[in-house]
């Protein structure tokens, strides 16, 4: 009896070593973390906050720290890449536009809103679902009675995926 939970838990802490090494991102080949490397990119590109540049999940875990901390993020330059998706809200008619990106297993879908100042749509945007990248500066508005967040951007591009 002994022996089984001392090989359960052995088992156990195996499993978890390799869900972490795994999902790491890192390659073994290169020694600079996966933060740096990003922060060295959008410093070169004046971005404060790279995402196009993350995995899926760092990504995650960026985008929620900006969700539930905006005050940390207002004014500053974040860069995304994703699925240009849109929403319409059905009693305004008012349109969101969407940069979403998708988790590994195709599960879970997070974004941002943004707002591309001089253009119109749809005859300057992307088409819907394509590959973008985005780059703006973070901003919180309210409306009927909530906080979002969202993007002010001048560089919308589409990408190849």
């Known amino acids: 009896m002994k022996y089984k939970r001392i090989f359960a838990i052995l088992m ?23 933060s740096q490397k990003t922060e060295s ?11 196009s540049k ?15 901390n905006p005050a940390s993020y207002v004014g500053k330059t974040v860069k995304i890449r994703g699925q240009f998706t849109l929403t319409q809200n ?3 008619n008012q349109k ?11 599960c879970c879908q997070q974004g941002l809103e943004f707002i591309w100042t001089g253009h119109n749509y749809p005859e300057d945007y992307p088409q819907v679902n394509s590959t973008i990248e985005v780059t ?26």
Do not use: P, R, W
């Open 12 to 34: 156990c802490v195996a499993v978890l070593v390799s869900v972490f090494a795994g999902c790491s991102g890192k390659d073994d080949s290169d020694s600079k973390s996966e």
């Open 41 to 51: 990119v959008a410093d070169a590109q004046n971005v404060d906050v790279d995402l």
């Open 54 to 68: 993350l995995s899926t999940t760092m990504f995650y875990s960026e985008l929620a720290n900006m969700m539930n």
């Open 90 to 92: 059905s009693e305004t």
């Open 96 to 106: 969101y536009y969407n940069v979403t990106v998708t988790d590994a297993t195709a």
């Open 136 to 161: 703006g500066v973070f901003q919180t508005y309210d409306e009927n009675g909530l906080t979002y967040c969202h993007l002010i951007s001048d560089d919308v591009k589409t990408v190849a995926d």
